[in-house]
C-alpha cells in the first residue's frame, strides 16, 4: 500500500521566507551605501563570475589547503556552473565532474564512479557519511548547495572509506549578513516544470542569521509512462553565541517520487546474441509501478576558538532515507523477430536506513623552525541502521511475458507473498574512527602532509536470511608531499592505503569482507593568468585485493552473489579550471585509465576508459549583461560480456543567458543538442538509452 505523499508546501515556505528577508533588510544597517553600489555594478559586470577560482575554493579536507595546495586532483563544480548548465540534480551535475562517470543503470538508480570504481565516499560539509553500497536511489536536489567538491583517489586522510575513486563533498548554502532573496521558475521539454526560492539574511545581527531554500519539479519524459516530481526544502540558523563561540543548525529534506518507474533497464541481446535495438522511449514498466524516496538531513554545529591559532569544532548529523516502490522488473534475451523470451518478477519493497553521525576535532597551527605548521586530530563516530522487506506478488515470479511488453499493459497484481525470515533485512553498523593528520612545511616550498585514521567498523544482523555478522579494524595511514619549484608551479605526490567494508556476500552467503589495497598519485599543478586557474597533470594508480564484483542472484534469497577479486589500476589525468581569459571560464578534464585482473585481462569495461569534459561560459563584451556557453561531454566505447554495446560520443549542451536588468535574469537552456541516441550504463546486462533533445527556459527574479 502506497504511503500518503508527504508534500511540502512550496508557496507557503516561500511566502514565509520573504517574510524573513523584509525584516531581516530592516535590521540591516551596517552597509555602506557607496560599498553596496560598487558590489551591484561588480554583479552587474559579471566581474565576481568564476569556476572554481582558487583562492576561495577549499577541498574536502579539514586542513586549509586550497585546490592548489592539495596532494590530489580536485574538481569543483560552482553554483555559477550549476545554473548555466541547468544542473538541478546531482546526476547531472556529476556528468560535469572530470573523470567522473554517471552509471544509470535506471532512472532513479545510479552509481556514480571515478577512476574506474564506485565512489561510495560522501561528505556533507566536510563530514564524512558511511557508504556501504556504490548505488543511490531517487533524485537528489542541487539547489541547496553551493558547490560541490571532488577529490579525486583513495582519500584516507580525510574519510574513514578510504577507496581510490573519489571523494565527493556537498558544500552546503549558509546564511549571509545581507539580505537576499531570488525566486526562479523553468519550463521545457517533456512538460517540465520548476520552481525555486532561495532568501537568506540577518534576524538579530550576528546572533541569528537564517536561510530557507525550497524547489519543486514535476513533468513527464522521454520514457513512456514515466513522470516524476520531487520537492525540496532546506532552512538553517547560525549565529554567534559569544565573540568565540559560533553555532549552526540545519535541516533539509529531498522526496522523489516517480510514477511508471522502470525496475532494471532494457535488454542488451537478442537470443541470437545480436545487439538488441529499440526506441528511445521504451519502457519496460507498467503505469502502477513507482517509486518514493525520501531523503532528510538534521545537522547541530558548534564551533569554539580556544586561541587566535586553534578551535573545537563538534558536528552531530542525523540522516533517514525512506523507500518505497513498487516494480515489475523483467529479464532474460527475447527473440529478435517475435520479441518473447522475457520474464517478468513483480514486488514491493520498503526500506528505511538512520545514520547518526557524531565528529569532534580540534584544529589549529603552531610556529617552529621559522614556519607555520597546521594540525588536525579527531575522533567520528557512527551509528547506521537498515531495516527492510520484500513482499513478493506470486502472480508473477519470473512469468514468462508477451511480446507486447513494452505496452507497460501488465495490471497490478496482489503482493502476498512474504516470509519475514527470509525475505527481509535488519542490519546495524557502527564505525568508529580516530584520526590526526597535519601539514608540516620545511621551508616556504616544501611541505609534507601525514596522516592516520585507525578504523573499527561492527556490524550485526540478517539479510534475506544471511547471517550479516562481521567486524573489521585497520589504520589507514596517508602522505603527501608538495614542492612549489617555482612561483606558480607545484609538484607534488601522495600516498593512501585502500581500505572498504563490503556488505556484499558470497557464494555461501557469508559476508565478503573489506577490499584492501594501495593508491598513488603523483603530479603537477601549474596556476595560470595571474592564478586565476589552475591547470593539474596526475598520474595515478591503485592495487586492490578481495574487490567484490556481481556474480548472479541468488535464486532462493534474491541476494546478489559477489566474489572477491584482484584488480590493478593505472592512468592520467589533465584538469584545467578557473578564468583563463577576462570574461572566459573553464572547467575542462581528460581522463585515461585501464583495469586489469590478475592475469592482466581488461576488466570493468562497461565503464569507459577514456572521457573528456568541458564546460564554458562567456561574457560576451559588446553585449552588457549577455552571457553564452556550451557543455560537452565525451567518452569512448564500452562494453559488456567482451561484445560493443555503445561506441564513442559527444553530448553537447548549450545556454544563453541575458541580464535585463539588477533584478531580472533569463535563460535558456538546450541539451543534447545533436540528439544523440546512446546506451546508459549497462552494468546489470541491461541498459536505457539516454534522453534525446531538450531544452529549458527559466526566468530568475533576485533581489
Known amino acids: 500500500m502506497r504511503l500518503p505523499k508527504k508534500g511540502i508546501l512550496v508557496p507557503s515556505l516561500v511566502a514565509i521566507a520573504v517574510s524573513i528577508a523584509i525584516n531581516a533588510k530592516a535590521e540591516e544597517q551596517e552597509s555602506d551605501t557607496a560599498q553596496d553600489q560598487i558590489d551591484v555594478e561588480l554583479n552587474t559586470l559579471g ?52 573523470g567522473v562517470t554517471v552509471e544509470n543503470v535506471e532512472p532513479n538508480r545510479t552509481y556514480y564512479t571515478a577512476r574506474g570504481f564506485d565512489i561510495v565516499n560522501f561528505q556533507y560539509d566536510g563530514v564524512g557519511v558511511p557508504f556501504s553500497y556504490g548505488l543511490t536511489q531517487g533524485q537528489e536536489d542541487t539547489a541547496i548547495y553551493e558547490q560541490v567538491e571532488v577529490v579525486k583517489g583513495a582519500t584516507g586522510l580525510i574519510t574513514s572509506l578510504a577507496n581510490p575513486s573519489a571523494t565527493i ?37 550576528d546572533k541569528l542569521k537564517g536561510r530557507i531554500v525550497v524547489a519543486k519539479e514535476e513533468g513527464d519524459s522521454y520514457l513512456d509512462r514515466y513522470s516524476k516530481e520531487r520537492e525540496v526544502f532546506y532552512g538553517i540558523l547560525s549565529g554567534d553565541i559569544t565573540d568565540s563561540t559560533r553555532y549552526a543548525i540545519g535541516h533539509s529534506i529531498n522526496d522523489s517520487h516517480a510514477d511508471g518507474n522502470p525496475s532494471g533497464a532494457l535488454p542488451l541481446f537478442y537470443s541470437d546474441g545480436s545487439l538488441t535495438s529499440y526506441s528511445r522511449s521504451t519502457n519496460t514498466a507498467p503505469d502502477w509501478a513507482y517509486q518514493d524516496v525520501t531523503q532528510t538531513r538534521t545537522f547541530l554545529e558548534l564551533e569554539h576558538d580556544l586561541s587566535s591559532n586553534w578551535m573545537v569544532k563538534a558536528i552531530y548529523t542525523r540522516d533517514v532515507q525512506e523507500k518505497e516502490w513498487e516494480s515489475f522488473y523483467t529479464t532474460g534475451n527475447p527473440d529478435p523477430n517475435t520479441g518473447t523470451g522475457l520474464t517478468a518478477e513483480a514486488s514491493y519493497y520498503e526500506a528505511k536506513e538512520t545514520e547518526q553521525i557524531i565528529d569532534l576535532f580540534v584544529t589549529g597551527s603552531l610556529s617552529a623552525w621559522g614556519q607555520d605548521h597546521e594540525l588536525v586530530a579527531g575522533v567520528n563516530m557512527a551509528d547506521i541502521e537498515l531495516t527492510g522487506r520484500t513482499v513478493y506478488a506470486s502472480a508473477w515470479r519470473y512469468n514468462s511475458i508477451g511480446s507486447d511488453w513494452a505496452d507497460g499493459n501488465v495490471s497490478r497484481p496482489d503482493f502476498d507473498a512474504y516470509d519475514a525470515s527470509s525475505q527481509s533485512t535488519d542490519i546495524n553498523q557502527t564505525q568508529d574512527s580516530y584520526y590526526v593528520s597535519t601539514r608540516i612545511k620545511a621551508n616556504d616550498d616544501l611541505a609534507v602532509l601525514l596522516g592516520a585514521r585507525a578504523i573499527d567498523i561492527e556490524q550485526s544482523g540478517i539479510n534475506y536470511g544471511s547471517n550479516q555478522d562481521a567486524s573489521a579494524n585497520e589504520v589507514v595511514p596517508y602522505i603527501g608531499v608538495t614542492y612549489e619549484a617555482m612561483v606558480g608551479t607545484l609538484l607534488y605526490g601522495s600516498y593512501s592505503k585502500v581500505f572498504k567494508a563490503q556488505t556484499w556476500v558470497d557464494d555461501s552467503l557469508n559476508p565478503l569482507g573489506p577490499v584492501e589495497g594501495d593508491s598513488y598519485e603523483f603530479g603537477l599543478k601549474q596556476e595560470l593568468y595571474d592564478g586565476r586557474a589552475v591547470l593539474t597533470l596526475a598520474r595515478f594508480g591503485s592495487e586492490q585485493d578481495n574487490f567484490g564484483e556481481y556474480v548472479t542472484r541468488d535464486a532462493t534469497s534474491g541476494l546478489n552473489i559477489y566474489k572477491g577479486v584482484t584488480y590493478k589500476s593505472e592512468g592520467y589525468e589533465v584538469e584545467l579550471s578557473g578564468e583563463v581569459l577576462e570574461g572566459l571560464n573553464v572547467s575542462a578534464g581528460y581522463t585515461t585509465v585501464r583495469i586489469e585482473d590478475k592475469d592482466g585481462k581488461k576488466a570493468r569495461t562497461y565503464i569507459p576508459t577514456e572521457q573528456f569534459s568541458l564546460a564554458l561560459a562567456y561574457h560576451l563584451p559588446q553585449i552588457e549583461g549577455l552571457r553564452l556557453g556550451t557543455g560537452v561531454n565525451w567518452q569512448n566505447e564500452i562494453y559488456y560480456s567482451g561484445k560493443e554495446v555503445q561506441g564513442s560520443y559527444a553530448l553537447v549542451d548549450m545556454f544563453a543567458q541575458y541580464n535585463i536588468d539588477q533584478n531580472w535574469n533569463l535563460a535558456l537552456n538546450i541539451k543534447n543538442v545533436g540528439d544523440e541516441k546512446y546506451r546508459e550504463s549497462p552494468q546489470w546486462g541491461q541498459s536505457y538509452y539516454g534522453p534525446g533533445r531538450s531544452v529549458l527556459g527559466t526566468v530568475t527574479w533576485t533581489y
Open 169 to 205: 563533498n556537498y558544500v552546503r548554502k549558509r546564511p549571509t549578513k545581507e539580505a537576499q532573496a531570488s525566486v526562479e521558475a523553468s519550463a521545457g521539454s517533456w512538460n517540465q516544470r520548476r520552481v525555486e526560492g532561495d532568501v537568506s539574511g540577518s534576524i538579530v545581527g
Open 47 to 98: 566581474s565576481l563570475y568564476v569556476y572554481g577560482e582558487p583562492e576561495e575554493i577549499k577541498s574536502a579536507t579539514k586542513l586549509n589547503l586550497s585546490v592548489y595546495e592539495t596532494p590530489q586532483t580536485v574538481s569543483v563544480i560552482s553554483e555559477d556552473q550549476m545554473e548555466d548548465l541547468a544542473l538541478t540534480d546531482v546526476a547531472s551535475l556529476l556528468h560535469y565532474a572530470p
